[in-house]
């Protein structure tokens, strides 16, 4: 047997030279506190990896990883909180990927020009079906009479109104504020940078943690 390190709270850990079993002496089991889960739960909108929040925190990787699953589960579970506004909606969306860049997904983002709120946000492969899928992610009443902005993208046409459809460019300034909420994705959600050692291995873990922030974002705006 010999000394192995410590773990987080200080404990000695011990290493047994023959069969490689690690432990450590009259383990404890530690009640995580309200206070740190609240901790947790913040830094995981603010581009802290879990083992930031390991060491941050003092609290095993493994327990924050299951943890996160919780938030991420009830996040994609929560229906998007919004508040009444004119009907004009700016549509736009990102790339990203899951387990390697090989396993492309793409992100749609909706948000409602008045309230800066975001309305829809399904994430799939850039085709067809996905803006399809966008469109059918916001609430009925914007599906109904909202008027729509977005780029150039063809996959846009087949799907959105036209009547209510304004493909604009850039320069035009019409969707401003769907681009700079891409921006901010991508500053505040680590798996979403586009050189980053941070990404998600499963679709759900990805999926939950766009929700999560989004859900945040727009409960700020309320």
């Known amino acids: 047997m010999i000394k192995n390190g410590k773990i987080h709270n200080g404990k000695q850990r011990y290493k047994c030279k023959n069969c490689g079993r690690q432990w450590v002496e009259n383990p404890q089991n530690c009640r995580i506190t309200e206070e740190t889960k609240k901790i947790i739960a913040n830094c995981l909108l603010e581009k802290v990896s879990l083992r930031g929040i390991h060491r941050i925190t003092g609290v095993a990787v493994s327990w924050i990883q299951e943890y996160s699953h919780e938030i991420y589960h009830k996040a994609l579970l929560t229906p998007l909180s919004s508040k009444k506004s004119p009907m004009t909606i700016e549509g736009d969306e990102m790339w990203s990927y899951v387990g390697n860049k090989a396993s492309k997904s793409w992100i749609g983002l909706a948000l409602d020009v008045a309230s800066r709120q ?9 085709a067809q079906r996905e803006a399809l899928r966008l469109w059918q992610s916001l609430p009925p009443v914007y599906r109904s009479c909202a008027v729509g902005y977005t ?15 304004r493909i604009v460019g850039k320069g035009t300034g019409k969707t401003n ?15 979403l940078g586009r050189k980053t050692l941070a990404f998600s291995k499963k679709l759900e873990n990805h999926l939950g943690a766009i929700a999560y922030f989004i859900h945040y974002y727009n409960s700020s705006l309320l």
């Not at 975001?118 to 850039?126: C, N, W």
């Not at 780029?151 to 459809?165: C, E, F, Q, S, V």
């Not at 504020?177 to 798996?191: A, E, G, K, V, W």
């Open 177 to 191: 504020h769907i681009d700079r909420f891409n921006n901010t994705l991508s500053q505040r959600i680590s798996r």
């Open 118 to 126: 975001r309305v829809g946000y399904p994430v799939g492969q850039r």
């Open 151 to 165: 780029d150039n993208w063809k996959a846009y046409r087949g799907i959105l109104p036209k009547t209510r459809h």
